[in-house]
């Protein structure tokens, strides 16, 4: 059986001085990307995203030392220090409050989405043609750009997350989210326009009522879910 494990923090549990206890404790390619961060925020999340990596290695009894991270590609990898891919895929994600990190033994994307002081409203760079003849249906605020309601928002972000958390688990195709059609009267929302939908597992969960997370995993195994938020 497999496994998918979710760890997330919050940046306001943290403060300056944490983050150069941690900058001393990631590697160096992520320094590089740290110190390419234009403000304290931004560089937080960027440490805190591989301290929760190197934390869930560690959950899975794993010789952290054996390992590195590759930054010089869209997603990262984790490499063997001897050569050659790990057999551990991962995913970082944050917005608003929060930062994640997805680990599994199978190629895996996760996205959070804090709610939006501005509302949601629907583009067509995002949603396919179907999608939006869908929400302009069941959900017509998101389209017209109308007040919408806290339900409507928060159906804008698991249709969003879980596009986002796709896009991340299949980076090597480089699909946009356009292309990617989500069935808007299932949940957790299967792909229908991929001949492989089926092997895509969605799950979608609130860390708490202001923001929404889903992971997309490629696999059609049975799998193991933990979440440490």
Same mark, same amino acid.
């Given at each position: 059986m497999g496994f998918v494990n979710i760890y997330?923090? %919050?940046?306001? /549990?943290?403060?300056? #001085?944490? !983050? *150069?206890?941690?900058?001393?404790?990631? /590697?160096? +390619? %992520?320094?590089?990307v740290l110190d390419r961060r234009k403000?304290? &925020?931004? %560089? @937080? %999340?960027? +440490? @805190? +995203?591989?301290?929760l990596l190197w934390h869930g290695l560690w959950d899975i009894g794993l010789d952290i $030392? *054996?390992? *590195?991270? /590759?930054?010089?590609?869209? #997603?990262?990898? !984790? @490499? !063997? #220090?001897?050569? $050659?891919? +790990?057999?551990i895929d991962f995913s970082f994600s944050h917005s608003g409050d929060y930062v994640i990190c997805a680990i599994s033994d199978s190629p895996i994307g996760v996205?959070?989405?804090a709610k939006s002081k501005k509302g949601a409203l629907l583009s067509d760079h995002v949603f396919s043609e179907t999608e939006l003849l869908a929400f302009a249906e069941k959900k017509p605020? !998101? /389209?017209?750009?109308?007040?919408?309601t806290a339900e409507d928002e928060l159906l804008f972000r698991k249709f969003w997350t879980c596009k986002e958390s796709f896009i991340k688990c299949a980076s090597e195709e480089k699909p946009n989210l356009r292309s990617v059609e989500l069935d808007?009267?299932?949940?957790?929302?299967?792909? &229908?326009?991929?001949?492989d939908g089926d092997e895509f597992y969605f799950g979608i969960m609130e860390p708490d009522e202001t923001h929404t997370l889903s992971f997309c995993v490629h696999t059609s195994e049975h799998f193991a879910l933990s979440v440490q938020i």
């Open positions: 997330g923090t %919050r940046i306001n /549990s943290y403060e300056e #001085k944490d !983050l *150069e206890w941690m900058r001393e404790r990631i /590697s160096t +390619a %992520r320094q590089q403000n304290d &925020v931004d %560089r @937080l %999340r960027c +440490a @805190l +995203a591989e301290m $030392g *054996e390992y *590195e991270v /590759s930054y010089e590609e869209e #997603k990262p990898r !984790l @490499l !063997l #220090k001897a050569g $050659g891919d +790990a057999k996205d959070v989405q605020a !998101l /389209s017209t750009g109308d007040e919408t808007f009267e299932k949940m957790p929302y299967p792909i &229908v326009n991929r001949s």
